[in-house]
Every structure is written in C-alpha cells, then in structure tokens.
C-alpha cells in the first residue's frame, strides 16, 4: 500500500508539472501575458503627470517642454525600427530591446530630475524621452503581431482587446503609483522605468508564434476577456472620480491598487481554465487505438523515394528569383502577402494613410488641447479633470468597440472593416464642431464622442492592414501604418490649432487691453479661442472619413469573399465542447 501510495502521489505531481508547463506554453496565457504588456505600455499616456516636475526641477519653460513632449510622441510612434527588427529577429529579442530601452530612457529621466546626476542638456533629455516612449513600439511588435499571428481568424477582436489594455494602462499604473509612491510625481517616473521592462522581462520567452488552432467556443473566450476588462475599465472610471472629490488616504489607494491588480489578474483564471480543457483534450488523444502497420519491402520503399526526389527537382524553377525591386508594381491579389514595398506603394495604403493622418491627426489634437479647452470655456479645473479622465475611459471603449463589433459585422454580414471606420470619422466630426460652437455641457458629450473614436481608430487601422496586406511582413507595416499618426498632429496641432490660439488670445489682449498671462503663457479666455481651429479639424475629418469611404468601393468585392480562408484550411481544429465519451469513441 505504501508503494503504491507512493507511486500515485509522484504520478499526481508528474500530472500537475505537465498540467503547469502546459499552461505557460499554452495560447491563451500568452494572451494572457499580451495583455499585462499592453497594460504597461502606455506609459506615454502619463506625461502630463510627471511633466510639471521636470519642467519646477530643471527649470523648463513651456516651449522646451513641448519640445519634450513632441519628441515623446515621435518616439511613441515611429515604430519602423522595431518592425523591421522583427522580422529577423525571434519575438523575445524584440522584447528583452524594448524592455532595456523603456529602463534606459525613463530612468536617465529620473536621475536629472531628482538631481542624481548633473543638469542634462535639453537635446540629451529629448533623447531620453524619445527612447522611453520608442520602447512602447517593441511591446507592441511582440506581443500585439504575435497574438494577431496567433489568432488570425479574431484579429479584430484581438486588437480591440490589446489596444484597450493600452488605453487602459495609465490609469492602472497612476493607481499602483499612489499606492506604492504616494503623491510623488518623480517616484512616477521611477515606477514607469522599471514595471514595464521587469513585466517584458518575465514573459519574455511566453510570448510566442505558434501554429494556429481553431476552437469552436475561440470568440466566446474572448467575450470572457472583454468582461474582465469592462469590470477594470468601469472601477478605475469609479475610482478616478471618487479621487478627485475625496482626500485618499495611502492605506486607501493601497486598497483600491489591490483590487486593480486582482481585476487585471482576472483573464489569467480564464486562461487557464481553457488551457486546462486543452490538456484534458491532449491527455486523451495520448490514447490512440491500436494501429496495425505493413512495412513495405526496402525496394518499395527505395523506388518511391526515388521517384519524390526526381518530381522535386522537376518542380523547381528554372528561373531566377526576381528582386524585390522588380516587384513593386507587379503586386499579388488583396489578402496575400505582399512586400514591404509593395505595400507602401499601393493606392490602398495611401488612401489608408490619408485617412489615418486625417483622422487621428484631428482627435489627437482635439485630446492633447482639451485641458486648455475647458480652461478657455471657464470650466473649473476639477472639471477640466474629469474631461481628461472620459477621454481615457471611452478610448478604451472604442478600442474593444470596434474590435469586436467590426468583426461580427464582418464574419457575418460581410460588412468592409473600412466602412466602420467611415462612420467613426463622421462620429468624430460630430465631436469638432461640439468645441467649435459650444453650449453649456457640450463639452462633456465632445469630450465622450472624441475619446471613444479616437480609439476606435487605431484597432481598425491595424486589422484593415493585416487583411488587405498579408501578415508575413505585419511587424513593419503596422507600424508604418502609424506614422501618420504623429505626422497629423504635428501638422494640426503645432501649425494650425496652436497659431490659431496664440494669435485669438493676441486679439483679446489687444482688445481689453490686460494681458491674460499664466506663467510666461498667453491665454486665451472665451468661446472662440479654439472656433476656427476645430472648424478646420472638423473639415479635415471629413475629408479623411471620404477618403476611407474611397477604400470601401475599392475593397467592397475583396471584403465579400472568405479572407480567413486560407487561415481556416491551414489551422489545426480542436473541439472543446465534446464530452469526453464521445473523443474516445471517436
């Protein structure tokens, strides 16, 4: 008996071992570990946070911190580098890159302000914060490529749910910031050098491209997961709200961090219970009937590889391969891979890339102005908070928003991704001229439209190119893609909506004759500070939602067709709904 007591128990702990490592090499922890990269890769997103501090310590004025905070955007989104990296390098070096970058740079920042080291030039800290921000795109390649690869047949789903992990990222990390720092925005950027780097670092070698299984229950797990997220989006909306009309003690932010991380561990229950009937599924198979086999004679056997081996030579092309030059202009159907160059040159991608710089371009002007735009409208600055804080939330709505519904609109009624993301710019439009011609509270529901489309855009932007292009180059053309990104803003917000602003509050010091100085700042008070300019910003997202209505014409037949249809016959199917009697009688 205690042999065999023996036996079983070390059997039990071969079985837990195997269960275990099954589960960190499974798909849905992967999707998993995605998503808690995700949710610290928006660092970028905190930058007001810690902003004043840099500006008080090293003794800024405003210019030189908008200088920092355009090299910050352009790091944060000229991710070229890291896509071309991927794709000669595995995904785990891409991300141990990344992963030493993020340390690098946000930690050199908080050595200058805290006075550790001495006083950096204002090009060094450009650098540093270039670097940081830059490190954000090497969390994306690897994990958000990797989960896209993964699950191709749910990209949409997929990207709605990582890009809103992002979204939601800075609100967690403010959250784990207060409770482990207290209200020291340095500490801030301390946490944000190390946190991101140390989470890459841990599952480094977890995030990786596998082959693609289909499962018949695959879009209700992921419902599972946008549950999860929901319950953490809608508690740090109800906690950032209590935050700013309650005094917080540490013990309570201590609590409410506590109970952000039990909501962002949620998703790793739901990996591994489905991982668990996988395994379950596996052990099973591990019983196969017996087979009979007939051996062949050697001669048999000898002939035929004979004969494989002539048809093989016979199949090879007699001619050489073309250069990827001599290609740009002979470009395959819509759907296949294409080049890199092919892509960027297609009239796809440049009627894309319009309607991105157009789009985006406005909505983040309109989101990085906000602030002042209450500020001119009179609001009080708990309000003008709060502005900030929808726009966050109901970007991370967007995100799983149009993930998840343009993809049922898709797969089932055949609608073109591109048409959704029409409407979003209308929506957006909507959201301008609420600024341009505001009446009392209007600045709520803009603030609301312009945050939730803001978000909307980008997970539309990444799967219309995984679809239209292919996913054999897909870690550099994603990130080629969002370059028009901060090129819209830089035209929008620094040569339009800001020499608009500086030159109306001119006027209104002209006119009153008492200068409206906030520091070495003009500012502009009243209803048409921002009137012109989000007039033009109105006018450019439309012509950016006809230039995306152009894409749907021309990608309608494309859209009609099965696109996942080489994905489906190519993936392994697994069935997880079939009880177990009927797999062995099978």
């Known amino acids: 008996m205690g042999e065999s007591q023996i036996s079983s128990s070390g059997n039990g702990r071969r079985g837990m071992c195997s269960f275990l490592l099954h589960v960190i090499r499974g798909r849905w922890f992967m999707v998993f570990a995605s998503f808690l ?48 990296l991927a794709e000669v390098t595995p995904t785990w070096f891409v991300l141990l890159v990344g992963s030493a970058m993020n340390f690098a740079g946000y930690f050199m920042i908080w050595l200058a302000v805290t006075n550790k080291i001495a006083k950096p030039k204002v090009w060094h800290m450009c650098i540093y914060i270039c670097v940081g921000a830059n490190s954000q795109n090497f969390a994306n390649t690897g994990a958000l490529v990797t989960c896209v690869k993964n699950f191709p047949e749910s990209r949409g789903v997929m990207l709605g749910l990582l890009k809103g992990f992002v979204g939601l990222s800075g609100a967690v990390m403010t959250q784990l910031y ?28 977890t995030i990786q491209t596998m082959k693609v299984v289909r499962q018949p229950n695959e879009l209700k797990i992921f419902y599972n997961f946008l549950y999860a997220s929901i319950a953490l989006a809608v508690f740090l909306m109800v906690m950032i709200i209590i935050q700013r009309r309650f005094a917080f003690s540490h013990t309570a932010y201590a609590g409410s961090a506590t109970a952000v991380c039990v909501l962002l561990f949620l998703p790793l229950f739901i990996a591994i219970w489905e991982d668990h009937k996988l395994w379950k599924l596996k052990q099973e198979v591990l019983q196969p009937p017996v087979a009979v086999t007939v051996e062949k004679p050697t001669q048999a056997i000898e002939n035929e590889s004979q004969q494989v081996s002539l048809e093989k030579e016979t199949e090879k092309p007699t001619t050489p391969t073309p250069s990827c030059f001599s290609n740009i202009f002979n470009k395959p159907p819509r759907g296949e891979d294409y080049t890199i160059l092919q892509a960027l040159l297609s009239t796809d991608m440049l009627i894309l890339f319009l309607a991105t710089l157009c789009g985006l371009g406005s909505s983040l002007t309109a989101v990085d102005n906000l602030g002042q735009i209450g500020e001119s409208l009179g609001y009080p600055a708990i309000t003008v908070s709060s502005f900030v804080s929808l726009v966050s939330i109901w970007n991370y ?124 700042e003009l500012v502009c008070i009243g209803s048409d500070c921002y009137k012109l300019a989000f007039i033009i910003l109105a006018a450019v997202t439309f012509f950016g939602a006809l230039s995306a209505l152009i894409l749907v014409m021309r990608t309608r037949e494309f859209y009609k067709g099965d696109i996942y249809k080489k994905f489906r016959e190519d993936a392994v199917t697994i069935e997880t709904e079939l009880p177990s009697s009927s797999l062995r009688q099978k």
């Open 178 to 205: 207060f409770a482990i720092y207290g209200n020291d925005s340095k500490s801030l950027i301390l946490l944000i050098a190390w946190l991101p780097a140390a989470i890459s670092v841990i599952f480094v070698f």
């Open 397 to 520: 709505f967007g995100r799983v928003f149009s993930g998840f519904v343009s993809e049922i609109l898709l797969q089932k009624y055949k609608v073109p991704r591109p048409l959704m993301m029409t409407f979003v710019l209308f929506l957006s439009c909507i959201g301008h001229l609420l600024v341009a011609f505001p009446v009392p509270g209007s600045v709520y529901v803009a603030s609301i439209i312009i945050g939730f489309s803001f978000g909307a855009q980008l997970p539309l932007v990444f799967a219309i190119i995984s679809e239209l292009f292919g996913l054999k180059y897909y870690s550099t053309l994603f990130n080629c893609g969002q370059i028009a990104s901060p090129l819209g803003s830089y035209i929008l917000n620094v040569k339009i909506t800001g020499m608009l602003y500086d030159r109306k509050a001119e006027e209104h010091l002209k006119t009153s004759g008492q200068p409206l100085m906030k520091g070495k």
């Open 37 to 84: 990269i995700m949710a610290g890769a928006g660092a970028t997103y905190l930058f007001g946070t810690y902003s004043k501090s840099i500006k008080s310590t090293l003794g800024y004025d405003q210019s030189t911190l908008n200088l920092l905070g355009f090299f910050k955007d352009l790091g944060a989104n000229v991710g070229v580098f890291s896509g071309l």
